[in-house]
C-alpha cells in the first residue's frame, strides 16, 4: 500500500485540483484530507459522512465562581489576556498553558477538555474519504492530521487498498510536517512565479528533511514559461521527478464552479487529459519503485 501525499508550498496553486483528479483516477484507494484547517476536497468528491467524531485539543482553564476569592493573580499571571475581569476565561483566548492553574492559591481552576474540532469517515462516489475539521481560532492542527492518516490507514488495511491519496495542507507549517512524517512519496504542485518557486524551495528541503521521494508538477505553466523552465530545471537538480506541465485552461475553473473534478467534467479539456496523463506517469514511478 502505497501512500501519496500532493502538497504546495502556498495556496492556490492548483494542490487540490490535482488530488481531486488524482482520486478519482486511482482505482482501489482511500481518499484523506489533511488540510484541516481549510478543506475544500469534499466540495468536489461529495462526501456522505458515515461516522462522525469529536476531536480534542489542548485543555483550556475553567474557573470555579462560586469558589473564587477574585485575588487577581491569574489575571495578573495570563499572558494572552483570556481571564476577564470578572474571572471568566475566553476559551479562544486561552493557550492552555496551566499557569493560571499552577498559580491560583485556592485551586479553583481546572483544565478541561476541549472540543477543538471534528474528524468524519465518509463514502463518495470514488471511494471512502477521511477528512476532518478544525475549529475556528483552535489549535493543534498536527494532531489532528496525525488522526486522519491512521484512520485512513486503517481503512486501507482493512479494504486491503493499494493507495492512499492525501490532499495535503498548504506552506510548511505544523499540519504540513505531520502530514509528510514516514512518507516516501509526494507530490509538489506549485506555479510559474516568484513566489512559487520560493515556496517550492522551502517545500524541497521538507522533503529531503523527511528523505521523501519527491514529484513535481507545475501548474498554469504556460502563464510564464520562462519560470517553468526554471523550476524545472531547479526542481532535478534537486534530486526530485518532474511529472509535468498543466496549461491554464478555463474549463478547469469551469469544471470547479461546478463542483466537480476536472477529469470526469463534460467539456473536452486540455488540461484534463494531461492530468490524466499526469497520473498514469505517478502510477508508472510509484509500480517501479515497490
Keep these: 500500500m502505497i501512500e501519496l501525499a500532493i502538497v504546495s508550498g502556498k495556496g492556490g496553486t492548483g494542490k487540490t485540483t490535482v488530488s481531486a483528479s488524482f482520486s478519482v483516477l486511482a482505482k482501489n484507494k482511500i481518499i484523506a484530507d489533511c488540510d484541516v484547517d481549510a478543506p475544500d476536497l469534499h466540495l468536489l468528491l461529495k462526501p456522505e459522512i458515515l461516522i462522525k467524531k469529536d476531536f480534542f485539543g489542548m485543555k483550556k482553564a475553567y474557573i ?12 495578573d499571571v495570563c499572558r494572552f489576556d483570556a481571564i476577564s475581569p470578572d474571572y471568566v476565561v475566553d476559551a479562544a483566548l486561552c493557550e492552555g498553558c496551566e499557569v493560571c492553574f499552577t498559580q491560583c492559591p485556592v485551586k479553583v481552576i481546572e483544565m478541561r477538555e476541549n472540543k477543538a474540532g471534528e474528524y468524519f469517515v ?8 477521511v477528512h476532518g475539521l478544525l ?10 492530521v496525525a488522526i486522519i492518516r491512521n484512520v485512513a490507514r486503517y481503512y486501507a488495511e482493512k479494504e486491503k487498498a493499494d493507495y492512499i491519496i492525501v490532499d495535503g495542507p498548504p506552506g510548511i507549517g505544523c499540519p504540513v510536517n505531520s502530514t509528510l512524517s514516514g512518507l516516501k512519496y509526494a507530490i509538489g504542485v506549485t506555479e510559474p512565479t516568484e513566489s512559487g518557486l520560493s515556496d517550492l524551495k522551502r ?3 521538507l522533503f529531503h528533511h523527511f528523505k521523501i521521494k519527491p514529484f513535481i508538477i507545475i501548474n498554469k505553466s504556460d502563464l510564464n514559461s520562462d519560470m517553468s523552465e526554471r523550476i524545472k530545471r531547479e526542481s532535478i537538480e534537486e534530486g526530485a521527478i518532474f511529472l509535468g506541465e498543466i496549461p491554464f485552461d478555463p474549463v478547469v475553473v469551469e469544471s470547479l464552479k461546478m463542483g466537480k473534478p476536472v477529469v470526469i467534467y463534460e467539456k473536452e479539456s486540455k488540461a ?15 509500480n517501479k519503485e515497490v
Excluded: A, H
Design 64 to 75: 470555579d465562581k462560586d469558589s473564587c476569592i477574585e485575588c487577581g493573580i491569574c489575571i
Design 203 to 205: 517545500l524541497m528541503e
Design 272 to 286: 484534463k487529459n494531461i492530468i490524466i496523463e499526469l497520473w498514469d506517469k505517478t502510477e508508472t514511478y510509484l
Design 135 to 144: 475549529g475556528v481560532g483552535e489549535e493543534n492542527s498536527g494532531k489532528l
Design 122 to 129: 465518509s463514502e463518495t462516489p470514488y471511494g471512502k474519504m
